[in-house]
């Protein structure tokens, strides 16, 4: 039963241009969700989180949007770079219980220049 | 600052034996975990020690043990090696609190023959 979930494997996308990526999740307790980006060879490096209270945050080039009913989270990244080809992959923490997080099965980015 | 270091980085094992592999940070972290990544499956907690000297089983405990030898240690042990624990282990490494972003080693790739 897969509690985060992100439905594509895969996108490609123009430099300069929008990247959307996308995360669904079940569960209703949790508390922050997490954005991590992976390179080839390379552990998982954070890139942005948010609170269950908030629907945005921001950060430079990367947007993270929070529809609570749809239970559903998305990171924007504008304008996309070539290096921000990489695996991203989302996490959601449960509340209350310190740093215990589920990741989704991770979405392959690639910009293409 | 070295961050959080994986010793080995690569392992092949026969069918049966066993191995520790082993994780170090140099952030003064209270918490530490130790995942898996497999294709199509995202990351999966195996085991995490929220403190030193307590440790607590994640999704996908069973074939694992682990230690928490001190601080800046936490160890995983895999006593009788099978070809279904063919995977990437990544140890991580948080301070606490909220979101309680975590900080990954490069991983060790093992393979089980």
């Known amino acids: 039963d897969q509690q985060v979930k992100q439905n594509s494997p895969s996108l490609s996308v123009q430099e300069g241009r929008i990247s959307i990526l996308n995360c669904d999740y079940t569960?209703?307790?949790?508390?922050?969700f997490l954005w991590y980006k992976k390179y080839p060879a390379e552990g998982p490096t954070f890139l942005i989180s948010i609170s269950s209270i908030k629907d945005k945050n921001e950060d430079g080039r990367f947007t993270v949007f929070l529809n609570k009913s749809a239970k559903h989270l998305s990171l924007h990244i504008v304008p996309s770079q070539p290096g921000d080809s990489a695996v991203y992959f989302c996490a959601a923490r449960y509340t209350g219980n310190t740093g215990k997080l589920i990741f989704g099965q991770g979405t392959t980015l690639q910009v293409k220049p | 600052n070295a961050g959080v270091t994986q010793t080995p980085k690569f392992q092949v094992l026969k069918t049966g034996q066993s191995m520790t592999l082993q994780c170090a940070q140099d952030m003064n972290h209270n918490s530490m975990y130790w995942y898996r990544q497999d294709p199509g499956m995202g990351l999966r907690l195996i085991y995490y020690s929220a403190s030193e000297g307590t440790t607590d089983k994640g999704e996908v405990p069973n074939g694992y043990n682990v230690s928490r030898l001190n601080k800046r240690e936490f160890s995983l042990r895999l006593e009788s090696a099978a070809p279904s624990q063919t995977s990437v282990y990544f140890c991580a490494s948080s301070e606490g609190g909220a979101p309680d972003e975590q900080y990954f080693g490069p991983g060790t790739r093992l393979t089980v023959t």
């Open positions: 569960n209703s307790m949790f508390d922050y």
